[in-house]
């Protein structure tokens, strides 16, 4: 994964230590974050609409979404 100790990984999440740029780097490239996003918090109006949406469905909507997105996608790559 990373390449931490787990006691790191802790120590970075309570805010006992900070990462050097390489392992924060890691952390959001293993997170599918940006770092941008992570250091600035930077989503977009809509993404945060959209996950507040998407907290609210039950596990059978979110399949159904995550179907519908990936034929979005599929079809798009298509083009």
Do not use: W
């Not at 250091?39 to 909507?61: A, G, M, P, V, W």
Request: aromatic share 6%; charged share 20%; net charge negative.
């Amino acid at each position: 994964m990373v390449g931490i100790a787990a006691s790191y990984l802790s120590e970075i999440e309570n805010k006992r230590t900070v990462p050097s740029f390489n392992v924060l780097s890691s952390l959001c490239q293993t997170l599918n974050v940006s770092l941008d996003d992570l250091i600035f918090h930077t989503e977009s109006d809509q993404i945060e609409s959209i996950t507040r949406l998407l907290s609210q469905c039950n596990d059978k909507q979110l399949l159904i979404i995550k179907a519908v997105i990936e034929t979005l996608l599929q079809f798009n790559n298509e083009l």
